[in-house]
């Protein structure tokens, strides 16, 4: 079982949807996480950031965070052709020695003008 | 400011010969992760440097290998490259040594024949 799951998709939305990505993971020492976007022949582009179970608001963006459950989530709001990409989630653990990501498979998301 | 820059961007090498993969962090960050993306396994984490030690290390064989200079500059060899090792190398850089957000440069794609 991998230690984080995240549904390839692909996800196609028509423009001005609310999207919603998910991603649960299986080792409870992760701390920290990350969600990146990727576009095509681009590498991943850091879009939010938090440590803490809750909520994190970035303009259309909204980082949620259930460490109980295990499980993260990202929101983009009045969703844009531009959104059109692949979302990859990322969680590290502390470790003493350094730090290592490990990702989400990531989902691909087309929003439809 | 400047963003992690990765060279070359493009690589075409064959099934034996050895490559090197250069990274300049962004000015300031002292922490180089590298990290190989394949359609297959998605983003792996190879191995991490901090002031010049090698501080985390993925599951790779020893045929890949890195370097940090005191500038920070990161460099990755891989030795007797296989068809498998074809594949977008991503660099990424950090401020700090542990768990600080990473920031990645658009990658080197390698293609073994």
């Known amino acids: 079982q991998k230690e984080v799951e995240q549904d390839p998709g692909p996800l196609s939305v028509p423009e001005g949807a609310i999207v919603s990505l998910n991603c649960t993971y299986s080792?409870?020492?992760?701390?920290?996480f990350m969600w990146y976007r990727q576009y095509s022949r681009k590498g991943p582009e850091l879009l939010m950031y938090?440590?803490?179970?809750g909520n994190k608001e970035d303009g259309r963006f909204t980082a949620q965070v259930d460490k109980s459950s295990k499980y993260i989530s990202l929101f983009i709001r009045d969703s844009q052709p531009s959104d059109s990409a692949t979302y990859l989630c990322?969680?590290?653990?502390?470790?003493?020695?350094?730090?290592?990501?490990?990702f989400g498979e990531g989902t691909q998301l087309t929003v439809n003008p | 400011k400047a963003g992690v820059t990765q060279t070359p961007r493009y690589l075409i090498k064959t099934r034996g010969q050895q490559v090197t993969l250069s990274c300049s962090p962004i000015?300031?960050?002292?922490?180089v992760s590298w990290y190989q993306q394949t359609p297959g396994q998605g983003l792996q984490f190879l191995f991490e440097?901090?002031?010049?030690?090698?501080?985390n290390k993925g599951n790779f064989p020893g045929r890949f290998s890195g370097r940090q200079f005191s500038n920070s500059r990161s460099e990755m060899n891989v030795s007797t490259l296989e068809l498998g090792d074809s594949a977008l190398y991503l660099c990424?850089?950090?401020?700090?040594?542990?768990?600080?957000?990473?920031?990645f440069g658009n990658g080197t794609r390698l293609t073994v024949t």
């Open positions: 000015s300031g960050h002292r922490s």
């Open positions: 990322a969680m590290s653990a502390w470790e003493t020695s350094g730090s290592r990501l490990t």
């Open positions: 440097y901090f002031s010049e030690t090698q501080r």
């Open positions: 938090t440590y803490s179970s």
């Open positions: 990424a850089s950090g401020k700090e040594a542990e768990n600080s957000p990473l920031h």
């Open positions: 080792n409870s020492a992760f701390q920290y």
